[in-house]
C-alpha cells in the first residue's frame, strides 16, 4: 500500500473505509474496529492493528471471514 492509498483509507468516510477492509477480510467485527482505529501513521502500524484485532475476535467473526474467503483447491 503506497502513501497515498494509506492517506485516503486514514481520509474517507466511515462507510467507505469499512467497505474496503470488508474487501480485506469478511468479518464485519474487523472491519468496523480497523475503521475506529484509523489514523494509521504507516503501514506497518496498519498491519500490527489488523493483527491485534484479529486476535481478539470470537469464533463467530473468525468464522464470518472464513466464509467469505473464496474457495482454495
Known amino acids: 500500500m503506497s502513501e497515498k492509498a494509506l492517506e485516503r483509507l486514514n481520509q474517507a468516510s466511515r462507510e467507505s473505509a469499512e467497505a474496503r477492509f470488508l474487501d480485506c477480510c469478511g468479518s464485519r467485527e474487523w472491519a468496523r474496529a480497523m475503521t475506529d482505529a484509523r489514523p494509521f501513521a504507516d503501514v506497518e502500524?496498519?498491519?500490527?492493528?489488523?493483527g491485534r484485532i484479529w486476535q481478539t475476535l470470537d469464533a463467530?467473526?473468525?468464522?464470518?471471514?472464513?466464509?467469505?474467503?473464496?474457495?482454495i483447491g
Open 45 to 50: 502500524r496498519l498491519i500490527e492493528e489488523a
Open 60 to 71: 463467530e467473526s473468525w468464522l464470518e471471514a472464513f466464509a467469505a474467503h473464496p474457495k
